[in-house]
């Protein structure tokens, strides 16, 4: 089997593909200008993507791909749909890099709270500044809205709780038994339940899948609700946020702002780029790395080769996002 792997990858992974039999070839550069060639030279099965751009007119010109692997939870850089129509299968790896999200989301909501960051570059700059960074509200006995849909948002609740924080969760999955065990308060699951949840928070942080639903449900209403010199953290998808309400609920109200997305960033890999939201001082920002632990690589590496490995064994699709569109490949 020929697989294709258009990202970095673990090392350790490629030697168990290469353990299954597989011809792997390996090309982080890759983006949807040079896919198409990539795939064609190779005549690649098997196709595994982190944060590389698979759009419909690089599935069209695919050949003898079946299946697309993205390592790692959110697959909204695939145009699963498209593939579903040409009977490729598009899975992800769920959960595997949840303790590294909820690692990076508790390092920007402390970062925001204690302006690390600007701290820093103040004191690197050679200014003591203490008299500006002495007080900062701290997170005790504050309450944090999570507003999630999977692990991320649980392992954002273990790691709160240490911290003796009131803890609000809207995530449909949840019970209310497990919500009591664990001393969370659930949230109901409308929209004007979230934006009455949200008055209530001193610090939110997201983490939902970009879908239909979810893209800018974080708006002028939501920024609206929140209290003044809160906290707010994203780590999911930038298209669920409206960046220019953000941007202006911080400059009017005050609000502290720590992200590792964006609106229409960047594919490339390494390249100059300066969005708006960024260069705002109480705006801390990371380089969408949120799954970027060695741990969780690993993790996210084996489960793309389970994937691949059950593909070869059984011809089906573990994790499959796009079941519901699949249909028979026209040249199978």
């Known amino acids: 089997m020929r697989v294709l792997i258009a990202d970095k990858f673990e090392p350790e992974g490629i030697e168990w593909l290469g353990k299954l039999?597989?011809?792997?070839?390996?090309?982080p550069e890759l983006g949807p200008e040079t896919l198409p060639a990539a795939l064609a030279d190779h005549r690649a099965e098997v196709l595994i993507v982190r944060s590389t751009?698979?759009?419909?007119?690089v599935l069209e010109s695919a050949g003898e791909l079946r299946l697309i692997v993205r390592a790692g939870?959110?697959?909204?850089?695939?145009?699963?749909?498209?593939?579903?129509?040409?009977?490729?299968g598009v899975c992800n790896c769920p959960g595997m890099n949840s303790s590294a999200v909820a690692e990076l989301a508790m390092g920007l909501l402390i970062a925001c709270d204690r302006r690390i960051p600007q701290q820093?570059?103040?004191?690197?700059?050679?200014?003591?500044?203490?008299?500006?960074?002495?007080?900062?509200?701290?997170?005790?006995g504050r309450t944090l809205l999570i507003i999630g849909r999977g692990a991320i948002g649980r392992q954002v609740v273990r790691r709160a709780r240490a911290f003796g924080m009131r803890l609000l969760?809207?995530?449909?999955?949840?019970?209310?038994?497990?919500?009591?065990?664990?001393?969370?308060?659930?949230?109901?699951?409308?929209?004007?339940?979230?934006?009455?949840?949200?008055?209530?928070?001193?610090?939110?942080?997201?983490?939902?899948?970009?879908?239909?639903?979810?893209?800018?449900?974080?708006?002028?209403?939501?920024?609206?609700?929140?209290?003044p010199g809160s906290i707010f953290v994203n780590t999911s998808r930038g298209p669920i946020v409206?960046?220019?309400?953000l941007l202006d609920a911080v400059e009017t109200k005050g609000i502290r702002a720590g992200l590792d997305v964006y609106n229409d960033q960047p594919s490339e890999k390494d390249c100059d780029w300066r969005p708006a939201i960024a260069e705002h001082p109480n705006?801390?920002?990371?380089?969408?790395?949120?799954?970027?632990?060695?741990?969780?690589?690993?993790?996210?590496?084996?489960?793309?080769?389970?994937?691949v490995r059950v593909y070869r064994d059984a011809g089906t699709f573990e994790n499959c996002v796009n079941a519901g569109a699949l249909r028979a490949p026209a040249h199978a």
């Open 242 to 245: 409206d960046e220019a309400a």
């Open 169 to 227: 969760i809207q995530e449909p999955t949840l019970t209310a038994q497990w919500a009591e065990e664990v001393g969370l308060e659930l949230v109901g699951p409308t929209h004007e339940d979230l934006l009455d949840a949200v008055a209530q928070a001193d610090a939110v942080t997201i983490h939902v899948p970009l879908v239909d639903e979810t893209r800018g449900m974080c708006d002028a209403e939501f920024f609206g609700r929140m209290r």
């Open 21 to 27: 039999g597989c011809e792997v070839r390996l090309d």
């Open 283 to 307: 705006v801390i920002t990371t380089h969408h790395i949120g799954a970027s632990t060695d741990q969780a690589q690993l993790a996210v590496a084996d489960e793309t080769v389970r994937i």
């Open 120 to 140: 820093y570059a103040e004191l690197k700059a050679g200014h003591w500044n203490k008299k500006e960074y002495s007080r900062s509200r701290g997170l005790l």
């Open 53 to 57: 751009k698979v759009p419909r007119p």
């Open 73 to 88: 939870a959110g697959f909204d850089n695939i145009d699963w749909r498209a593939a579903g129509e040409l009977g490729i």
